[in-house]
């Protein structure tokens, strides 16, 4: 496979090499075998089967909801956040306090997904969104003193090691990587003839290559991914997110990051897009089953008396969002009395639709819909 020129190592006065971008994208484009296009192919059809499935489901937005959180986790793992999905779903619905301190961590990348969202309705993907974007993902965050919220960096950063001089590799220098920006946006514009998926995996690469913040590069480009690809339209809600395919190959992921930088871009996309079809026919699967768990319980539901099920049937879908739920969130959600509140969860346990979450717990009891999370744990 033909190398490309995406950059060059450059030793610098302080003593270590840092990697400097050539012009992107480079003057004669990227060629791409005829084996990958076909790939990219293959990758579009899943990508299509996905979007009609998808479109079957009742509930397609609590659906996303969940993605959402898996993804959200995933990402924040890949950099080292040890909280769980379980813990993110308890952090947003209030029913634990007993939770790691980086259960933040996804909190802040589900927010900050759902920001960007909400933001491309009316405003251009460019560096000034990615600046917001990386603001709402780290702001208040764990590491938000040394991140720079918003910020691109002002001075030099590394990947892996104490310093720059022993690092596992040293991004451009802040003037190089402000080139390398400028670039880097023309290209998220350029009415170029890269096939949308294709377009996405170079993105990621060469958003990580120039690592422009000081910490969340990676959390800010995996976001990107899934913002790029609804922009695109291939798909009519955001339902594809790779960072659990990233997690589940993480050291490959690395190494193709890697070898992007050294020309070898064929394969970096050629592993992103077996990322993209391994996900969406994973997602589909999982619309399959969600679709089965839901006839199911709401059959168990409609089988009892009509007032019984009245509220049972209204709260069904709201457990698609948020599976696991306590007394005070169902009379959030209701406005039943505590008592009242107590009766639907003790109906739901009856139907073997939620279950106690911690039968150890006497106080602050929480009651998890455990067949639906359990789809999205891998």
């Known amino acids: 496979m033909n190398t490309v020129i995406i950059g060059n190592l450059r030793q610098e006065k302080a003593g270590y090499k840092a990697f400097v971008p050539e012009p992107f994208p480079p003057k004669k484009g990227f060629s791409f075998s005829s084996k990958l296009i076909s790939k990219t192919a293959t990758a579009s059809l899943q990508l299509g089967k996905l979007d009609g499935i998808t479109q079957l489901l009742p509930d397609v937005d ?12 995933s990402s924040s793992q890949i950099e080292g956040t040890r909280a769980t999905l379980i813990d993110a779903i308890e952090a947003e619905a209030k029913t634990s306090y007993d939770l790691p301190d980086d259960v933040d961590d996804i909190i802040h990348y589900i927010h900050a997904l759902n920001y960007g969202m909400a933001r491309l309705k009316d405003f251009p993907l460019s560096l000034r969104f990615i600046r ?10 764990r590491s938000s003193q040394f991140a720079g919220p918003g910020e691109f960096r002002k001075s030099q950063n590394w990947i892996g090691g104490t310093s720059p001089a022993n690092a596992h590799f ?25 096939l949308p998926l294709i377009k996405a995996a170079l993105i990621h690469s060469q958003f990580e290559t120039i690592h422009p913040f000081l910490d969340g590069n990676g959390r800010t480009g995996r976001l990107l991914i899934t913002l790029y690809l609804w922009l695109s ?23 193709h990051l890697d ?14 897009l077996a990322g993209v079809i391994e996900t969406a026919q994973s997602a589909i699967e999982t619309v399959k089953l969600i679709t089965v768990v839901r006839e199911e319980d709401m059959r168990k539901i409609q089988s009892r008396g009509k007032t019984a099920s009245e509220s049972a049937t209204a ?12 007394v005070a969130k169902i009379q959030e959600w209701t406005g ?22 911690d039968e150890n717990k006497t106080y602050g009891r929480s009651f998890i819909y455990r067949r639906y999370v359990d789809i999205f744990i891998d």
């Open 62 to 73: 609590f659906f996303i909801f969940m993605y959402l959180r898996k993804d959200a986790t």
């Open 132 to 141: 917001e974007l990386h603001r709402e993902l780290m702001q208040d965050g």
């Open 170 to 194: 040293v991004p451009p220098p802040v003037f190089e990587m402000n080139k390398g920006l400028d670039d880097f946006e023309k290209f998220l514009h350029s009415d170029d003839d890269y």
């Open 233 to 255: 339209e291939l798909l009519e809600k955001p339902v594809l997110y790779l960072s659990s395919y990233f997690k589940r190959h993480q050291q490959v992921y690395y190494d």
């Open 259 to 272: 070898e992007y930088r050294v020309g070898k871009v064929e394969e970096w996309v050629d592993f992103f």
């Open 315 to 326: 709260i069904l879908p709201k457990l698609f969002q948020l599976p696991i739920v306590n």
């Open 336 to 357: 039943f009395t505590r008592q009242g509140a107590q009766k639907v969860i003790d109906r739901f346990v009856g139907l073997g639709i939620l279950e106690l979450k």
